[in-house]
T-cell receptor, first 113, second 114 residues
Framework: DQQVKQNSPSLSVQEGRISILNCDYTNSMFDYFLWYKKYPAEGPTFLISISSIKDKNEDGRFTVFLNKSAKHLSLHIVPSQPGDSAVYFC????????????FGQGTTLQVKP | DAGVIQSPRHEVTEMGQEVTLRCKPISGHNSLFWYRQTMMRGLELLIYFNNNVPIDDSGMPEDRFSAKMPNASFSTLKIQPSEPRDSAVYFC????????????FGPGTRLTVT
């Protein structure tokens, strides 16, 4: 039972364009969502997060949108840079167990120069 | 500023041997997490501690796996005996406290059991 799903294993975009990474979840109790970025041979690094009381959070080139009714969130990267090429993981947690992050399978983003 | 430190970075062992993975969390962080990443199951939480006390070990696959946190600056994940299906990358992460959300991951230990 995969509670957090990233249905696109990979995405390729041109440098300077927008990258949109998608994530769907099934558990309506999730109330906090995070995006992590992972380079090969490194651990995931935190990128941006959003609480369920918001529908948008922005940090520089990165914006996360949350649509609770659709149980969907997305990460927008504008403009995309070659250094953004990595695996992106969506993760979710509930307030009743804030230690337990449930991760999606990840999406590999390639930004072409 | 040192991040989460894991050792060894790579471990190759034979089936049946004991394996011990080590983690030093970021100083001042009260919560520590052990994850396993495999192609089949992705990144999954095995166990986490708060103030050195295990809070949720529901992800530990079976009795062959055990984790300890004897003090605030050190944790171990032990597999005994190891099996080929334990081959994976094991990550340790830490967090300032239960009310924080972001977890900071170490570089991982790539375990291969032959």
């Amino acid at each position: 039972d995969q509670q957090v799903k990233q249905n696109s294993p990979s995405l390729s975009v041109q440098e300077g364009r927008i990258s949109i990474l998608n994530c769907d979840y099934t558990n309506s109790m999730f109330d906090y969502f995070l995006w992590y970025k992972k380079y090969p041979a490194e651990g995931p690094t935190f990128l941006i997060s959003i609480s369920s009381i918001k529908d948008k959070n922005e940090d520089g080139r990165f914006t996360v949108f949350l649509n609770k009714s659709a149980k969907h969130l997305s990460l927008h990267i504008v403009p995309s840079q070659p250094g953004d090429s990595a695996v992106y993981f969506c993760a979710a947690q509930t307030s009743s167990n804030t230690g337990k992050l449930i991760f999606g399978q990840g999406t590999t983003l390639q930004v072409k120069p | 500023d040192a991040g989460v430190i894991q050792s060894p970075r790579h471990e190759v062992t034979e089936m049946g041997q004991e394996v011990t993975l080590r983690c030093k969390p970021i100083s001042g962080h009260n919560s520590l997490f052990w994850y396993r990443q495999t192609m089949m199951r992705g990144l999954e939480l095995l166990i986490y501690f708060n103030n050195n006390v295990p809070i949720d070990d529901s992800g530990m696959p079976e009795d062959r796996f055990s984790a300890k946190m004897p003090n605030a600056s050190f944790s171990t994940l032990k597999i005994q005996p190891s099996e080929p299906r334990d081959s994976a990358v094991y990550f340790c992460a830490s967090r300032p406290g239960l009310h924080s959300h972001e977890q900071y991951f170490g570089p991982g230990t790539r375990l291969t059991v032959t």
